[in-house]
């Protein structure tokens, strides 16, 4: 126990609390590896990167909520489920190349660990980029033409508040 509370003491901050007010962030690990950063770095980053695939959903799912509500629109718990499965597909294909490395370090016991955040303003992008899966997605379930103009007001405001975030 004195060991493990040592280990974490020995971590820097941003491990332990990640935040960015650039955007969303996540950390990841990799164990030690008797082939270096070589072999280490590119499983930190894979780490990180899928951590920031759960946040990215987390942030765009909150979003999306607050908007639908916001917009008062006639079938909200329909259309939470439709925009929640459509933000699922969209992040599966939204690429995660434009996540940095905004910290690393290598801890005592020789694990590495490196902190990544990708822009407010980057994930708007590649947001406005999937807006026809949207709209697709809403016209497969056969909302009707004023929930579909009101589904894409409700992504244009999301887009708009994380440009606004940067």
Partial sequence: KDEMQKSILQLP????NPTSSEGITAVGMAGY????????K???E????????????????RMQKQAIRYSQVANSDEMENLFSQTTKEVIEKTPLSGAVIVNQAMVANGDYYVQMVIKNHE???????????YKKSMEDAQMSRENIRDGMEILDSMIKELDKEQ
């Fill in 33 to 40: 590896s008797k082939h270096g950063l070589r072999v280490m």
């Fill in 13 to 16: 901050s941003w491990v332990l």
């Fill in 42 to 44: 590119p499983q930190a």
């Fill in 46 to 61: 894979m780490d990180a990167r899928a951590k920031l695939a759960g946040q990215i959903q987390t942030v765009v799912s």
């Fill in 123 to 133: 994930l708007a992008q590649q947001l406005e980029a999937q807006k026809e899966s």
